[in-house]
């Protein structure tokens, strides 16, 4: 025989109990970000008794850097790494691999961190808001003639140039942002460039990941005359700031060996392989000979075959394009005579150029 059951009155079932006390509870706070500043200390700390980190100092202040000596014996110079925007002296993507194996085959390094962008300041309003200007349909009929006397009196060209002109103040507050900003970060640079000169190295590469290659071009360009620089990018960009194909025009102006390295798989362009073509077609369209680029095909995520291959290629445009090259520019200085490029047959003795003929 079926049997019923009523609940009395107050008597709540295990899943009302549940999602009563469920409700009850405080929702889980979650932790914070922490701040960048926090992290750059958490940073530091890290490396503190391993003698990486450097603080190195500006008339901004201090700030954080990352330096290891090289350790092969036979130094090849110094590379001062400008990482991407968001990112630190250590980002485990590309600038710590970098940084920490280079150095095993001559180089020493000094990652730096890029100062906090400027916020910029939400301007003022300077115009009524929509509500207090826009008339309702009863009103409309009103409005209208009251339109035509503003028009007649010209308030509708005072709140075009008051737009006009606020519209020029934001964009001068910008520029002087940037011009604020690009003065820290030459500043850092120059100083983690003399910090490579005390160690007796007079060769500096200036290897510019992301936005960071942004930084490294205008640095390479504004200091090229009186340093022996030269540039390096890897996936280079410019950053949201500032003019898409700015980079372009700067590199145009560096007189100096630039090799680019960017990632990407053909045919599917990714963003990084889009504004690398652009910068290859910039490079041969002014016959910039002193321009070498090179394509690395972007490998699933097993991080360490990933970064073996960077740093192997990275490596490789170095020794081809400013080691092997600078040797052999040095050979031809000494001996101009001698082309070490001609080719010879096994066992033959180049002629000396501009022999004179014997007199008879």
């Known amino acids: 025989m079926a049997s019923t059951y009523t609940m009395a009155e107050g008597e709540t079932t295990d899943n009302e109990t549940g999602e009563a006390s469920a409700n009850n509870q405080?929702?889980?706070?979650?932790?914070?970000?922490?701040?960048?500043?926090t992290q750059l200390s958490a940073l530091a700390q890290q490396y503190q008794q391993s003698g990486e980190t450097l603080w190195l100092e500006t008339s901004d202040g201090p700030f954080l850097s990352l330096f290891l000596k090289e350790a092969s014996g036979l130094p090849q110079g110094g590379i001062i790494i400008i990482p991407d925007e968001n990112t630190s002296p250590d980002w485990p993507k590309v600038t710590r691999p970098l940084r920490q194996r280079l150095p095993l085959y001559g180089w020493y390094t000094l990652a730096i961190a890029l100062p906090d962008r400027i916020e910029r300041v939400i301007p003022k309003r300077t115009l009524p808001v929509l509500s207090a200007v826009k008339p309702t349909n009863g009103d409309a009929s009103n409005n209208s003639t009251d339109t035509e006397t503003a028009s007649s009196d010209g308030s509708s060209d005072s709140v075009t140039t008051i737009q006009n002109q606020a519209d020029d103040k934001a964009e001068t507050d910008l520029k002087q942002q940037q011009e604020i900003y690009t003065e820290k970060v030459f500043k850092r640079t120059e100083a983690a460039s003399k910090r490579i000169l005390k160690q007796g190295q007079d060769r500096i590469v200036v290897l510019g990941i992301g936005t960071g290659g942004y930084w490294a071009t205008r640095f390479v360009h504004q200091y090229q005359g009186t340093m022996d620089l030269k540039l390096l990018l890897v996936d280079a960009r410019e950053p949201t700031d500032i003019k898409q194909g700015e980079l372009n025009e700067l590199l145009r102006k560096v007189k100096v060996t630039t090799l680019d390295l960017y990632h990407g798989n053909r045919p599917a362009m990714t963003r990084s392989e889009i504004l690398a073509d652009k910068r290859l077609r910039?490079?041969?369209?002014?016959?910039?000979?002193?321009?070498?680029?090179?394509?690395?095909?972007?490998?699933?995520?097993?991080?360490?075959?990933?970064?073996?291959?960077?740093?192997?290629?990275?490596?490789g445009m170095l020794n081809t394009y400013v080691i092997k090259a600078e040797e052999k520019s040095r050979r031809r200085t000494v001996n101009p005579a001698v082309d070490p490029s001609a080719e010879l047959q096994p066992g033959s003795v180049p002629a000396p150029a501009n022999k004179q003929p014997e007199a008879i």
């Open 26 to 37: 405080p929702p889980v706070k979650r932790a914070p970000l922490r701040s960048r500043e």
């Open 282 to 315: 910039n490079a041969r369209h002014y016959l910039m000979n002193n321009f070498h680029q090179h394509r690395m095909p972007i490998l699933p995520d097993n991080w360490k075959s990933r970064d073996q291959r960077l740093v192997r290629q990275v490596r």
